[in-house]
């Protein structure tokens, strides 16, 4: 499963980036507006960075923008992914921009039959949101498990990029129901490496360490 980060935060991706496990990095005009940063330099540095895929949002709503847009957003980098939404006007959008090489990336995807559409407009990845989804009671990883079912029974190569990822469970879970990618915030991908029984394992072997009275160096 491949590790994108989900933010337009240099430092904290080049933080992570330094451990190898980022494999792209996901951005929306939302996380845009908290870095305070422009779009195209903030993007072109971290396409710089991270050698995978890095998503950059269109933000017009007709497909002729969209796609004007997308083309200006594919000039920073080779590895840009564009993203746009799930709507009419993104998949007609997605179809052109991937019919030209384009990675696209359609992004806001709430059901099963979205990511159906996405696939067919031949997208290269599809994000459903699970977080938005729990925030309103409904179950985000269900909609990963479905997606992952149809796509295999009809060999879709669109990649399962699981996005809105608020905890480390989320992450776990997407594993196991076999998405292709996830991207959740730096914070959380930093929980990660976290357990109380490394922890106190750690404590214990230092402190019997520091009874032998060696040193490694
Ligand atoms: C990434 O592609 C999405 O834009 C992002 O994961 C959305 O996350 P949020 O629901 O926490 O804003």
């Given amino acids: 499963m491949k590790f994108f980060v989900d933010s337009a935060e240099i430092d904290?991706?080049?933080?992570?980036?330094?451990?190898?496990m980022v494999d792209?990095?996901?951005t929306n005009p939302s996380l845009i507006l908290k870095s305070g940063r422009d779009i195209l330099e903030v993007t072109k540095e971290i396409?710089?960075?991270?050698?995978?895929p890095?998503?950059?949002?269109?933000?017009?709503?007709e497909a002729d923008a969209m796609i004007t847009e997308g083309r200006k957003?594919?000039?920073i980098a080779n590895n840009i992914a564009v993203k746009v939404p799930l709507?009419?006007?993104?998949?007609k959008a997605c179809k052109t921009l991937t019919d030209e090489?384009?990675?696209v990336n359609v992004t806001l995807c709430f059901s099963v039959n979205q990511a159906l559409l996405a696939a067919k407009a031949g997208a290269t990845f599809i994000s459903p949101f699970i977080g938005r989804l729990d925030d309103i009671n409904l179950d985000g990883m269900d909609l990963i498990a479905d997606i992952r079912n149809v796509y295999?029974?009809?060999?879709?190569?669109t990649e399962i990029l699981a996005a809105s990822i608020r905890s480390v469970n989320h992450i776990a879970d997407s594993a196991r129901i076999g998405a292709d990618v996830i991207t959740a915030p730096p914070s959380v991908l930093k929980k990660l490496a976290d357990h109380p029984l490394t922890d106190k394992g750690l404590e214990a072997f230092l402190s019997d360490w520091a009874k032998t009275g060696q040193q490694i160096l």
């Avoid at 904290?12 to 330094?18: F, H, P, V």
């Avoid at 890095?54 to 709503?61: G, I």
């Avoid at 709507?87 to 998949?91: D, E, K, Q």
């Avoid at 295999?152 to 190569?157: L, M, T, V």
């Fill in 12 to 20: 904290a991706i080049a933080e992570l980036n330094e451990t190898g």
């Fill in 24 to 26: 792209g990095v996901t």
């Fill in 47 to 52: 396409c710089d960075l991270v050698e995978g």
């Fill in 54 to 61: 890095v998503s950059a949002e269109v933000v017009a709503t």
């Fill in 73 to 75: 957003l594919a000039k």
């Fill in 87 to 91: 709507t009419w006007a993104g998949l």
């Fill in 101 to 103: 090489g384009q990675m």
């Fill in 152 to 157: 295999d029974n009809y060999g879709f190569e």
